[in-house]
């Protein structure tokens, strides 16, 4: 007897009943489901790529943790360096000076041109394991090194801002330089310093332009002479093995350094931005969440219809001893196909086509 209602449910035909009417409602209803879930999973994926991709981005350039004296520079560096890179979670540790400097362009024909970028030195050799600038490089070399004069690497965005090409020379002028220069002024009898030249050696694209545009690089005591800093450096920069591992890192270096040093993570120095794809998220997942209501909106519109299209065949199936469960188990059943059937198709491709995002997805 309780196969009875499901064999008959088939024999009345709930999915291909004689009046087109209602299977043109099952076509809708499936289409429904089809296209509220193709929505859900492209949004969701095309959503944490971009997350994804920014974060790498974000993440191929700057450091995952940044160490500053409580004072103005750090002269211990070293020994610091050393309590950082005993840390578990610690990959690698470089020191660091980084601040605005002037850049002024030496065309042979034409008019200069002044810029304002972030200076960063850096240690060639460990930067491998500091960013992704060595591999980085679209035009020129990975070179620093001081042959006729020192070597400067920028961005592409601050090389076509500024009509740099590799080989051109610039004046960088610090504010430790710019500073002795107002001070010759007040003198007659002073020497005017002269700025700094430098030589183009490499155009490096990191993939965000913020950094492409806002950054050029030195070698790390070419900055501490610009910045007269006499072999201290500005901070240490620290790259981790998870970089997700931030905050457990942070408060782990800040047991270990105590008190005299400021550390902060990414997530900090990149707070806004951060801020802002949560809240992003957080608005397309209520959106969604409101397009798949719809999507089970139009199955409950086809079983309505379906329960008042098949009143007298209820009644067969009540006056043969179905049960009220078992008759709503037909039309729950055929829900459930409903819903299976423009499901299953979307799910496929997306499996197929964004495997990481769906594992994104059902994480």
């Not at 050696?201 to 690089?217: A, P, S």
């Amino acid at each position: 007897m309780s196969r009875l209602p499901l064999n008959c449910c088939w024999r009345c035909g709930y999915l291909r009943p004689k009046r087109t009417f209602v299977s043109v409602i099952t076509s809708i209803s499936v289409l429904g489901v089809t296209l509220g879930v193709a929505v859900l999973i492209i949004v969701i994926s095309v959503m944490s790529g971009f997350d994804h991709q920014l974060r790498d981005k974000i993440l191929g350039f700057s450091p995952h943790l940044t160490i500053l004296p409580d004072g103005e520079t750090m002269k211990d560096y070293a020994a610091v360096a050393r309590i950082v890179a005993a840390n578990r979670n610690v990959k690698a540790v470089a020191p660091y000076v980084q601040g605005p400097v002037l850049v002024i362009t030496e065309p042979p024909n034409g008019q200069s041109k002044v810029g304002t970028p972030m200076i960063r030195g850096i240690n060639p050799q460990i930067e491998t394991n500091m960013s992704v600038l060595p591999s980085s490089i679209v035009d020129g070399k990975f070179d620093l090194s001081e042959r006729e004069l020192p070597g400067l690497l920028v961005g592409t965005a601050f090389a076509h801002y500024m009509s740099l090409q590799v080989g051109d020379r610039v004046d960088i002028g610090a504010p430790s330089v710019l500073k002795k220069w107002k001070e010759s002024t007040k003198n007659k009898d002073a020497v005017i310093p002269v700025l700094p030249e430098y030589e183009v050696r490499g155009i490096f694209d990191v993939g965000y332009n913020e950094y492409n545009l806002g950054f050029v690089v030195v070698l790390l005591r070419d900055a501490q002479e610009l910045y007269d800093l006499h072999g201290s450096v500005h901070g240490l920069t620290v790259m981790l093995h998870d970089p997700y591992r931030a905050m457990v890192a942070e408060k782990e270096l800040g047991v270990a350094l105590g008190p005299n040093y400021q550390i902060s993570s990414w997530m900090q120095d990149n707070s806004n931005l951060l801020d802002a794809l949560v809240v992003e998220k957080n608005v397309m997942f209520y959106l969604l969440f409101f397009i798949m209501i719809v999507a089970a909106l139009c199955i409950l519109s086809a079983l309505i219809t379906f329960v008042v299209q098949k009143t007298r065949e209820i009644g067969m199936l009540k006056a043969l001893g179905a049960t009220d469960l078992q008759v709503s188990l037909v039309f729950l059943s055929q829900a459930a196909l409903v819903g299976a059937i423009g499901t299953s198709p979307v799910t496929g491709w997306a499996c197929w086509r964004w495997p990481i995002a769906m594992s994104s997805c059902t994480s």
